[in-house]
């Protein structure tokens, strides 16, 4: 497999043989601005093309074809209407809390962003508690939809703030218990040194078995609830909050909530790739040593965005099929059934962990 | 290294926001209309107060989150040394778990789980 490690310390070596070290970090920062601006909105808009097409296709329609071939340039065409929509400031409201809550959101939306490993060696963050400072920085999230609500003064986007909140710190728990169960299995909290072991012995959920598989279907439902998405979405429940939190924003503030949320998507189904699905590691088969040669001349970052893009693909199903959920539905799930199942979870996998009964 | 990488990560998403707000004041034409500056309601005037009561429900469940978040936190650490710790580890954590559980037992008898 690729090791991009190489590519980095030779392009470090190279501009500190020209430059002093600390000019050759900043340009190195700067390119990882760049790289990160470019990848989120590239990904963001191939997001929001395929909802737009997959939704289309499951509720029996033809979707965007207006604007461009088959639609393509639909986002583009979006983006610059929002752009060129005005910024209404509110009376009554409070302004400060009101313009800062995008930059929370979108801060916390870029720090998770930048955890993900996208090929071997290929990662922006890359602590040795990456599972954990992942956890905790996606929490600060939760504060933007909190001020978004709160200081636009107005009733809907209060309600929709508050049933954001309570769903989005409820679901982290069951988040946090299936990546412990992960952590377990792999010993250690790094999410290169994770995706490394899963290419040295095989993909988590394979090796961790039943209980992986639990833990696998555990992130799924928290995940899209963690998204606002799908059958969780009260928080901006159309039908009766207008549009939650993000009422009273408009023009390109509103965009911001837009492009987190369908970012934060992408980093639900990337994470899910990366701690049960391998990753980049590549698919391999015990045995068969011509398939396996082929399968790891594959890139992996290849592998990183199909195994991603599967699990994406995967929550807009659920989230077009399933009806909404009503409030009291939607914690009785988490805090009787799935944060109990969690625990059951913990304790199996630690069972498995400690007797050697993993598969190997 | 990686810590400059934090920081720059954070800068980029603070600049991209000003960079994109600025870029839309500028592009985008302004008008005024006092009914504008109102907080959306369907076409009438909003009454009462808009930042009212809201469910005593949010509260509870906020200050539970609270107790298992921070428990489950103590588990992390022992997460990765479980396998070289083994059963010895696990029968102590199993205690931990137990007291976690008794937590959520009790309120769940005391109907703090039930939405009203």
Known sequence: MFDFTTVSTWFHSLLTGVMPEWLAIGIECLIVLLFIIILYATLAIILIYAERKICAFF??????????????????????????????????????????????????????????????????????????????????????????????????????????????????????????????????????????????????????????????????????????????????????????????????HFGFFYLAEYLNLFICGAMAATIFLGGWAPFYIQGADGFNSVMAAIPGFVWFFAKAFFVVFLLMWIRWTFPRLRIDQLLTLEWKYLMPLSMINIVLMALVVCFGLTIN | MNFTLLVTVVLTGILFVAIVVVLAQLLAPRSYNPMKEEPYECGIPARGPQWGHYHLGYYLFAILFLMFDVETMFLFPWAVVAKSLGPQGLVAVLFFLFILVLGLAYAWRKGALKWH
């Open chain 1, 59 to 252: 509720q029996c329609r033809i979707g965007p074809n207006r604007v461009g071939k088959w639609g393509v340039l639909q986002v583009f065409a979006d983006v610059l209407k929002m752009l060129t929509k005005e910024i209404i400031k509110m009376r009554q409201s409070d302004r400060l809390l009101h313009d800062m809550a995008p930059y929370f959101v979108l801060v916390a939306s870029f720090l998770t962003f930048s955890c993900i490993p996208w090929n071997k060696g290929l990662e922006i963050l890359d602590f040795n508690v990456g599972a954990f400072f992942f956890i905790s920085v996606s929490g600060i999230g939760v504060i933007g939809i909190l001020l978004a609500g709160w200081a636009s003064h107005s009733k809907y986007p209060m309600i929709g703030a508050m049933r954001s909140g309570a769903q989005l710190i409820s679901y982290e728990l069951s988040i946090g218990m299936t990546m412990l169960v992960v952590i377990l299995l792999n010993g250690s909290m790094q999410l290169s040194e994770i995706v490394q072991q899963q290419a040295d012995y095989g993909w988590n959920i394979v090796r961790g078995h039943v209980p992986a598989v639990l833990a696998f279907l555990i992130y799924l439902v928290a995940g899209n609830a963690e998204c606002n998405r799908g059958p969780f979405d009260l928080p901006e429940a159309e039908s009766e909050l207008t549009a939650g939190y993000h009422t009273e924003y408009s023009g390109m």
